[in-house]
């Protein structure tokens, strides 16, 4: 069953993930936001204007989720301790905003119940600042001194180099020719990953080809070496 909503407005990456979520009543687990993963791509992709201040949180949740739903197709993989990291603050980020919802809906629904306003006896008489006793022009300079000294520091991050990724559906092509001069391989032959990224597009890159109809797979044991062969009518 597939679920879909639409927005008047421009929402965050987190308002559209909370609302997949809602739409298919889910609670806000790793587990959920696993299946909704392939939902949240489409509708990224479905976007027709993309704030480019948004660009890169979009990227930094679409990233997480993959991550989670790579974890639940392969049991065997291990995340580094930032990856855990990123899961838990996603999780924790989005149970803050259901809960935030929850409270505007209520401020919403109390608004105006019991209204306040002006007291008409105090209607003429000005209104003037009363100092606190002590008060300095030298102590209101030191207090905000102090408040400027606690401000955090501005640190410079070092540089760094970002590598190219191949994206899955180039790997799926790649996947493609090397099986043309051979009719099997294993996945651990055919794929050459050097690193856990590498595994994980080459393992969605087979996904995407069984389901085209392109490849056959087979795994005889549990986390044991996955067989693949080309279908041959596939062009």
Same mark, same amino acid.
Do not use: C
């Given at each position: 069953?597939?679920?879909?909503?639409?927005?008047?407005?421009?929402?965050?990456?987190?308002?559209?993930?909370?609302?997949?979520?809602?739409?298919?009543?889910?609670?806000? /687990? *790793?587990? =959920? #936001?696993? @299946?909704?993963?392939?939902?949240? %791509?489409?509708?990224?992709?479905?976007?027709? !204007?993309? +704030?480019?201040?948004?660009?890169?949180?979009?990227?930094?949740?679409?990233?997480?989720?993959?991550?989670?739903?790579?974890?639940?197709?392969?049991?065997?993989?291990?995340?580094?301790?930032?990856?855990?990291?990123?899961?838990?603050?996603?999780?924790?980020?989005?149970?803050?905003?259901?809960?935030?919802?929850?409270?505007?809906?209520?401020?919403?629904?109390?608004?105006?119940?019991?209204?306040?306003?002006?007291?008409?006896?105090?209607?003429?008489?000005?209104?003037?600042?009363?100092?606190?006793?002590?008060? /300095? *022009?030298? =102590? #209101?300079? @030191?207090?905000?001194?102090?408040? %400027?000294?606690?401000?955090?520091?501005?640190? !410079?991050? +070092?540089?760094?180099?970002?590598?190219?990724?191949?994206?899955?559906?180039?790997?799926?092509?790649?996947?493609?020719?090397?099986?043309?001069?051979?009719?099997?391989?294993?996945?651990?032959?055919?794929?050459?990953?050097?690193?856990?990224?590498?595994?994980?597009?080459?393992?969605?890159?087979?996904?995407?080809?069984?389901?085209?109809?392109?490849?056959?797979?087979?795994?005889?044991?549990?986390?044991?070496?996955?067989?693949?062969?080309?279908?041959?009518?596939?062009?």
């Amino acid at each position: 069953m597939t679920y879909s909503f639409k927005h008047t407005e421009f929402e965050g990456p987190l308002d559209v993930l909370l609302d997949l979520i809602e739409a298919r009543r889910l609670s806000i /687990t *790793a587990v =959920s #936001l696993g @299946k909704i993963t392939d939902e949240y %791509v489409v509708y990224i992709k479905s976007l027709s !204007e993309f +704030p480019l201040g948004e660009v890169s949180n979009f990227l930094v949740v679409a990233s997480t989720l993959m991550l989670i739903k790579s974890r639940s197709l392969l049991p065997g993989l291990e995340l580094e301790e930032e990856e855990e990291r990123d899961i838990k603050d996603l999780e924790y980020r989005l149970k803050l905003l259901a809960r935030i919802r929850e409270l505007a809906k209520n401020i919403k629904d109390g608004w105006m119940r019991h209204p306040m306003f002006s007291r008409e006896a105090l209607k003429g008489y000005e209104f003037g600042f009363i100092e606190p006793k002590g008060v /300095t *022009a030298d =102590s #209101l300079f @030191k207090s905000l001194e102090n408040l %400027v000294k606690s401000f955090p520091k501005v640190t !410079e991050l +070092p540089e760094k180099t970002l590598e190219k990724v191949i994206s899955i559906e180039e790997k799926m092509i790649e996947l493609v020719g090397r099986l043309t001069a051979r009719i099997k391989a294993t996945f651990h032959d055919i794929v050459g990953a050097k690193n856990k990224l590498d595994i994980i597009i080459g393992f969605l890159a087979v996904l995407e080809l069984v389901k085209e109809g392109a490849l056959a797979v087979r795994q005889d044991e549990r986390f044991g070496n996955i067989e693949i062969e080309k279908n041959k009518n596939y062009e």
